[in-house]
């Protein structure tokens, strides 16, 4: 499937979530086609990314979830060799543990073409009670295991800890949000990575240009899970959650 977009735009953010995801990608992969313009006529840049989601990788490379996993990145390789940006928008793997990053991560450097940039997002599967009953605890499996083995593909931060980040592909900007919690479905996002992500919506920006950003989780009456995989607002959790 390719979309191809040539109209008029205001700037905005286009939302690669679970919903929009869930049962299309697994074992292959959608190709994304932006051109800048509008009407029939093309203009300026363009730019072609693959966007994959909830692969559930297991701890084998001969699970069911991790071969298809793989046979999505075979298709890349075959089908797609001008992409230039890999979004994975979360679930990597099916319950986070240290097998199932090191098998994800395997079969993606083993796969995967060395030009196209793979931004991957944490999926509450990745997430979810791995922190046990203290949530505020400062050892953080879920966030060990997710930079251990993705901090080489987040390019510069602010800071070491940082689960969020953001490329310049092409003239176009890609960013990731990520959960800040090991919540079962939700997320939850700082008032640091909302200003963060504030400030990074404006870098640059230009009225006729989409951003791409992704995030597992979907953002209140965007999508039909209203109830659930959400981003809620801070004023739902406790006044010591930050």
């Known amino acids: 499937?390719?979309?191809?977009?040539?109209?008029?735009?205001?700037?905005?953010?286009?939302?690669?979530?679970?919903?929009?995801?869930?049962?299309?990608?697994?074992?292959?992969?959608?190709?994304?086609?932006?051109?800048?313009?509008?009407?029939?006529?093309?203009?300026?840049?363009?730019?072609?990314?693959?966007?994959?989601?909830?692969?559930?990788?297991?701890?084998?490379?001969?699970?069911?979830p991790s071969i298809y996993w793989k046979e999505s990145l075979e298709d890349i390789r075959k089908n797609f060799l001008d992409s230039k940006v890999l979004l994975h928008s979360g679930d990597l793997t099916n319950n986070g543990s240290e097998a199932e990053y090191n098998t994800f991560y395997k079969i993606l450097e083993q796969n995967l073409p060395n030009h196209i940039i793979p931004m991957l997002a944490l999926g509450n599967h990745d997430a979810r009670w791995l922190e046990g009953p203290d949530s505020s605890a400062s050892h953080k499996v879920y966030k060990e295991r997710y930079l251990k083995y993705n901090e080489k593909y987040m390019g510069s931060r602010e800071n070491e800890e940082q689960l969020y980040f953001d490329h310049w592909v092409d003239g176009y900007h890609f960013i990731v949000l990520n959960t800040e919690m090991d919540l079962k479905d939700n997320a939850h996002l700082s008032k640091k990575q909302l200003q963060?992500?504030?400030?990074?919506?404006?870098?640059?920006?230009?009225?006729?240009?989409?951003?791409?950003?992704?995030?597992?989780?979907?953002?209140?009456?965007?999508?039909?899970?209203?109830?659930?995989?959400?981003?809620?607002?801070?004023?739902?959790?406790?006044?010591?959650?930050?």
């Open 196 to 242: 963060w992500f504030s400030e990074k919506v404006k870098e640059n920006a230009e009225a006729k240009k989409p951003i791409f950003v992704s995030i597992h989780q979907t953002f209140k009456g965007t999508a039909d899970q209203i109830d659930q995989d959400v981003i809620y607002d801070e004023k739902q959790y406790p006044a010591n959650a930050t």
């Open 1 to 64: 499937m390719k979309l191809r977009v040539l109209r008029e735009f205001k700037l905005f953010c286009l939302v690669i979530s679970f919903c929009m995801v869930l049962g299309i990608f697994v074992g292959a992969s959608t190709s994304v086609s932006f051109a800048e313009g509008s009407g029939k006529e093309e203009h300026g840049r363009k730019i072609k990314f693959n966007v994959i989601s909830d692969s559930h990788v297991g701890k084998s490379e001969t699970d069911v």
